[in-house]
């Protein structure tokens, strides 16, 4: 196993500083690169059932890319909150905060703040001693803070992610912040997915099993209404392993309103970790997301803006699957979902793992 570095495309100068970009490989064909900017996963790529490695996310080839189009969030890492709050605005302890409005009335995925900033980075290229066959693991860990008040939000906050590589064939996002001041935090990761490699083909036609039996209702603009609804005789219900295209072809309003398609939280039914599976029959390839998250929110490229080129073609509807791991959207307006506060002198830790297999 490996990490090997780069300076990261930036043809138009647009970053005052390089960009440096980190590799990791591993002994099956595994690779993930991310960068410094935004700790942008940059590309993941893994063999077909006939040996061919390609790569199976959503990515641009140099940095304009990623800039141009950061509304995107294309593999970058989202904070201090993923997804919507309503008003762009939340009371924590007994006073109001205010967020840019970066998405109508509301606020997006802390305004960018993460997945615009510039982290430190730190390589372990080093052998697992807890495995008694030699195994190994590589990682980069990036570091950030974001100065209190920042987009509006209380306290300072140190932040760290760390991605992680193993000859399991997993990957591991691990989350670490600490605060000054009670705050919001809850980040995730927006890769988006497509396992035909090289955009060969859409989402389609590929399978997600999801062992979750509710999601929650949106208003018109992507807020949750408080509503929880059962999966149950809906286009909503993957349970027992659905193609995605059952989101195009039906004709729930839910579906239909987010350009019939999904951008929708999932609520799984307890703490602990959970799990959701994504295979395309034609490559082989399978990806098993798990978490420790409470919920996921699925969007699939739905009605995406025209134009856009990525590499290995242009940006198509239903060109891949963002599988979002992390709390309830706009949690801090909502008393039944678990709280999204992290505490001056608490530790936010998270986990998602990416496992990587052939069906």
């Known amino acids: 196993m490996r990490v090997t570095t780069r300076t990261f495309p930036d043809p138009q100068g647009l970053c005052p500083v390089p960009v440096t970009e980190y590799t990791m490989q591993n002994d099956q064909g595994i690779s993930v690169s991310c960068i410094n900017y935004g700790c942008i996963i940059t590309d993941v790529r893994m063999p077909d059932r006939n040996g061919a490695v390609e790569s199976i996310v959503l990515r641009f080839p140099d940095l304009t890319g990623y800039i141009a189009h950061g509304s995107l969030y294309l593999g970058a890492m989202v904070g201090r909150t993923a997804g919507r709050i309503d008003d762009a605005s939340f009371e924590l302890d007994g006073a109001m905060y205010h967020l840019p409005k970066n998405d109508g009335t509301n606020s997006l995925h802390g305004n960018g703040e993460f997945s615009t900033a510039l982290w430190e980075a730190e390589v372990f290229d080093l052998p697992d001693p807890t495995v008694c066959d030699h195994r190994q693991k590589v990682s980069v860990t990036f570091f950030y803070t974001s100065p209190a008040g920042s987009n509006g939000y209380p306290g300072e906050v140190h932040a760290e992610v760390t991605y992680l590589l193993n000859n399991n064939n997993e990957f591991h996002i691990l989350y670490r912040a600490t605060t000054t001041e009670d705050t919001l935090f809850d980040p995730t990761n927006h890769t988006y997915f497509n ?165």
């Open 195 to 359: 396992l035909s490699g090289d955009l060969k083909q859409d989402i389609l036609s590929q399978v997600l099993i999801a062992d979750v039996d509710r999601f929650v209702e949106l208003r018109d603009d992507l807020i949750p209404t408080g509503t929880i609804l059962p999966v149950d005789g809906t286009a909503f219900d993957f349970r027992l392993g659905e193609p995605f295209s059952q989101g195009r072809v039906s004709d729930h309003p839910q579906n239909v309103m987010v350009g019939h398609g999904y951008d929708h939280p999932f609520l799984f039914r307890e703490a602990g970790n959970h799990s959701l599976r994504m295979t395309d029959a034609a490559s082989g390839r399978a990806l098993t997301l798990t978490t420790d998250a409470p919920a996921f929110v699925m969007y699939t490229c739905n009605e995406p803006e025209e134009g856009i080129e990525l590499a290995g073609g242009p940006l198509v509807p239903f060109a891949g699957a963002a599988l979002e791991a992390q709390g309830w959207p706009d949690a801090v307006h909502l008393p039944e979902a678990p709280s999204p506060v992290l505490k001056q002198g608490e530790t936010f830790r998270r986990e998602t793992v990416w496992s990587f297999a052939l069906v």
